[in-house]
């Protein structure tokens, strides 16, 4: 077998052990946008905000330098974030750390709870951290997918910290 092939299938296998997942109440919450400039077209259910731009929905917050939000019947379809980085947060469930994320680009789907960080994209937990052109982060699913099949273009990598051992 090929030795490229067989990094690829065990980075796979370790990028699922990473758990990464939302408060559950996250998913219910409204969905805010702050920004320095705002451009809404009711027509072409399209808004761009522009300039420090700040969405949070519940414990998730996303930073970027720009957002375009597509609508469907006024309702939100896709949002797509470019930044230098685009920053993302998220607190998974209470007492435990928050999960971190960095790309230049990053999609956002509320109604599937996606978010795909592409290019230059790290997603971190306290000490364990993915790292690929593509990572799907599905907050639903408690699901980190990074890379992409079939492609030899990008690499994935992953850390993973031991457990520490509790103090008895």
Excluded: C
């Amino acid at each position: 077998m090929n030795k490229y092939f067989l990094h690829a299938f065990f980075g796979v296998i370790y990028i699922v052990s990473f758990s990464a997942y939302a408060l559950e109440s996250d998913n219910q919450q409204p969905i805010t946008v702050e920004s320095d400039a705002g451009f809404y077209d009711d027509k072409k259910g399209l808004s761009i905000y522009t300039g420090n731009v700040i969405i949070e929905q519940g414990s998730m917050r996303l930073e970027a330098d720009k957002v375009v939000v597509y609508l469907q019947k006024r309702e939100i379809e896709k949002m797509i974030a470019t930044g230098r980085p685009v920053k993302f947060q998220q607190t998974p469930e209470e007492g435990k750390e928050d999960v971190h994320g960095n790309s230049l680009i990053a999609e956002y789907y509320p109604e599937t709870a996606l978010l795909v960080m592409m290019q230059e994209a790290i997603v971190w937990q306290g000490g364990n951290s993915t790292a690929s052109e593509r990572i799907e982060y599905d907050r639903i699913a408690e699901v980190v997918k990074a890379g992409s099949e079939g492609s030899s273009d990008s690499r994935v990598h992953v850390i993973l910290q031991p457990k520490n051992e509790s103090k008895k």
